[in-house]
């Protein structure tokens, strides 16, 4: 097996990138944590093949290859064991795009839209900036553990008709397991409710939970739902802006790519379609290394935290590369936290309260970066926490 190396630190300075553009002038020690991409090169055989690309100097309109579908459906079943045909895959640049156009051409004005909460803030603000009213159903966390709520679950379901499924969860790190999403699937089923999932962070489960979708569940989802992947996420390449919509049922999927090519939302990016092309196909391996490489990094954190700094409570993380953190036992509030770390750490990270009320007392923390900056980050938020004063 091909060995990969993850530990090369790559200056993305000048890069225009979301996470960093604007942390170099705070300090020039500055780490963000915060933004969900990952500062970790994607495959090599990928940024060769996009090197080839590149070379040419041409960057024309581009249109999916019939075999397109072949990779993705085969990457889908390969990896999750979901079987899809090829017509009931979709394009569409990203995943958010994919759940606004669907809340406004499947949904009304003010209807509810249900979702767990803590939740990720852009799913919040798809529904309410769509003019929807979010109902939210908080996860119940107890002994340092997400657990859902089913009977809380089924008074949602009794008044929205729509639930957006996050799986595995965003900020929380959990995996549900098969008997949660075939309850998720009983109460849809019951009260007629149908379901988005946002499976972007599918291939990261790190549990004996493996990833499952839940239209594989039953007849019921699989007719009654759209399930959201990409390889964003996986190989680090949001910026490519492609994700691939699963729809099974044929009349939604119809009036869905109408609705598509009404917004001219066609002709993936130039370099989207090579990289999941190759992504899908050669880089197995890869994502094994990565995943181990992740998981060596979790661990380094929690062991950093129980002996240095053990008011800082970790989440079990089931999946994601990202970390569920209490701070309650610092007993101070999200603002100075927010100063010592930003101020004294130099450190950033994505604050509980992004995520709704419920992620009060919390923050979410990225940790997959080379392990050196990993490692001089927790120094520095050590020594902000312990010998700081805000």
């Known amino acids: 097996m091909e060995m990969f190396i993850f530990d090369k630190i790559i200056d993305r300075a000048g890069t225009f990138s979301a996470k960093w553009q604007n942390q170099s002038s705070i300090h020039p020690d500055f780490i963000s944590m915060s933004v969900a991409d990952m500062d970790l090169p994607a495959p090599e055989a990928l940024i060769e093949q ?24 085969n990457y889908l079943e390969r990896h999750y064991s979901y079987k899809v045909k090829n017509d009931e895959i ?19 004005i003010g209807e509810k839209i249900c979702a767990f909460t803590p939740s990720y803030s852009p799913i919040i603000n798809a529904i309410t900036l769509n003019n929807r009213q979010f109902l939210p159903c908080p996860l119940v966390y107890k002994n340092n553990h997400y657990a859902i709520d089913f009977s809380l679950l089924e008074s949602c379901f009794k008044q929205a008709k729509f639930f957006i499924l996050i799986s595995p969860h965003n900020p929380t790190g959990r995996v549900w397991t098969k008997f949660e999403l075939q309850k998720i699937a009983q109460l849809a089923e019951q009260y007629s409710v149908f379901i988005v999932s946002d499976d972007v962070h599918a291939d990261f489960t790190f549990s004996e939970t493996s990833h499952q979708i839940i239209a594989g569940i039953n007849n019921y989802v699989k007719n009654h739902s759209i399930i959201c992947t990409s390889p964003a996420k996986t190989f680090n390449i949001p910026g490519l802006e ?22 001219g939302i066609h002709n993936p990016n130039y370099f989207s379609i090579p990289a999941i092309m190759i992504a899908y196909q050669y880089c197995d391996n890869w994502i094994i290394q990565l995943k181990h490489y992740i998981v060596a990094n979790k661990r380094l954190v929690q062991r950093f935290f129980t002996e240095e700094i053990p008011q800082l409570v970790i989440t079990p ?29 130099q450190v950033e990270m994505a604050w509980g309260s992004d995520f709704g009320i419920e992620g009060m007392g919390f923050f979410r923390m990225n940790i997959a970066m080379p392990r050196f900056l990993l490692q001089q980050a927790l120094i520095q938020i050590k020594n902000a926490i312990t010998k700081g004063d805000a």
């Open 50 to 73: 996009l090197a080839t690309f590149n070379h040419m100097g041409i960057y024309g309109y581009t249109q999916l290859p019939e075999n397109y579908f072949d990779v993705v459906r």
């Open 90 to 108: 979709v394009f569409c640049p990203r995943i958010i795009q994919a759940i606004s156009i669907y809340l406004r051409e499947f949904t009304q």
């Open 242 to 263: 492609i994700a691939n919509i699963i729809i099974h049922n044929k009349k939604i999927r119809e009036k869905f790519h109408r609705t598509l090519q009404q917004l």
């Open 317 to 345: 993380s089931e999946g994601t590369y990202l970390l569920w953190i209490n701070y309650q036992k610092l007993l101070i509030s999200e603002d100075q936290l927010k100063e010592k770390l930003i101020k004294l750490a």
